[in-house]
Every structure is written in C-alpha cells, then in structure tokens.
C-alpha cells in the first residue's frame, strides 16, 4: 500500500478550493476510493458542491462546520461564533481523519484558520503526523504556515495574474460558489 501524500493549495489566486474538489471529482470515479471534505470557514453560504457531493453519496462526503468569513465580505457573527465552529470543524477533521475510512480527506480553508488564529498550528500538524499511513490529506487555503509546507510531499501556490473582482466584477455561480 502507498503512503499517502500532504497536500497543500495556497497563495492568492483563485483556484484553491477548486483544486482540492477536482482531486475528490477524480477519486470518486474510481468507486473504491472514499473522499472527505470538511469546510472550515465555509457554511452560511451556499455553494454548488456541496449539493454535487451528495449526488456522489458515499463516495464524496460533504461536511460544514464553519461560519463564513471571518471578519470580511457579510461576515456579521462575533468572533466567538468562528472560534467554536473552527474548534467544531476540528474535531469532525480529527474524526474523519483517523477514522481511517477514507482515501482522501481535504481540510478545506484550514490554513485560513490557522491563520485567523481560530485553529493552532500545533494542532495541525498533530493531524498531519497522525494520520493513517494510507491516507491523502490535502489543505487548502491562503498563507499556509511554513511548517505545514515544510511537511507537505506537494505544494501548489496559486499565484493571481488576473481576478475579476478587481474590475468590480462580482462572483459568479458556478464559477466562484
Ligand atoms: P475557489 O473556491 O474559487 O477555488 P480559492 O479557494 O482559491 O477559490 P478562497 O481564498 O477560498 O479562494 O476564496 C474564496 C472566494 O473568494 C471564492 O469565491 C473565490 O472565487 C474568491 N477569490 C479567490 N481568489 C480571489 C482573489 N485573488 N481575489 C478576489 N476573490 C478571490
Ligand atoms: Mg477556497
């Protein structure tokens, strides 16, 4: 059996989150190979795949825990709202993650956490050196911390050239939720 491989999906363009749901997209096709992803900052919007990964049903688990974004674009629950669902969509991680059921769990905007301070790095890293020998774990989310990427077997930076939101275009269905 291989070894499962770190992940991570970062830096600030678009196509993080992408990423990670087209890896599940691929592994869902195979039928043996069972997919988690656990949303951190995601949860009072609503977004298309969520409802595709339940048409996956068991090969594609969706799970929300967050409260959308922490201090910016509608954001208006206080802080401590984020904090207990960041502790929440930990939990369900460590969970899911040792749970030692799935091919491949994707901690969705957990850099983000970590670097909201809403999760501990610590706490991370305990979830990448513990997981299950067969397990992919892949992280999204801008400003990974160093160590995090230092323990990664694949690294991506999504590097913006262009994004339309910044000519006030506003994001799209199907294209950005
Ligand atoms: P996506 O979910 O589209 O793959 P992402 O995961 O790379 O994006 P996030 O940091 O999670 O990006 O941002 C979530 C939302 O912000 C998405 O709607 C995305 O389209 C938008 N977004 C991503 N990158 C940028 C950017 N550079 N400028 C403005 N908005 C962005
Ligand atoms: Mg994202």
Redesign the pocket.
């Known amino acids: 059996m291989d070894r499962g491989l770190v992940i991570v999906y970062t830096g600030?363009?678009?196509?993080?989150?992408?990423a990670a749901l087209g890896m599940a997209l691929r592994a869902a096709g195979y039928g043996d190979l069972r997919t988690c992803m656990v949303q951190f900052v995601k949860g009072s919007w609503h977004y298309g795949e969520a409802d595709s990964a339940a048409m996956l049903g068991p090969r594609f688990e969706m799970v929300a825990a967050g409260r959308g974004f922490v201090g910016i674009v509608d954001d208006k629950s206080p802080r401590e709202d984020h904090v207990r669902a960041a502790a929440e969509a930990l939990r369900l991680s460590r969970d899911r993650v040792m749970s030692d059921e799935y091919d491949l769990v994707i901690l969705d905007?957990i850099n983000y956490a970590v670097d909201l301070g809403l999760v501990e790095a610590g706490d991370v890293m305990e979830l990448i050196r513990g997981r299950p020998e067969r397990l992919n774990l892949v992280l999204?989310?801008?400003r990974a911390r160093p160590e995090v990427v230092e323990a990664a077997d694949l690294v991506t930076e999504?590097r913006?050239v262009k994004?339309p939101?910044k000519s006030g275009i506003k994001?799209r269905r199907g294209i950005?939720?």
Do not use: I, L, S, Y
């Open positions: 600030g363009g678009k196509g993080k989150t992408t905007e999204t989310g801008n999504m913006e994004h939101f994001a950005d939720f």
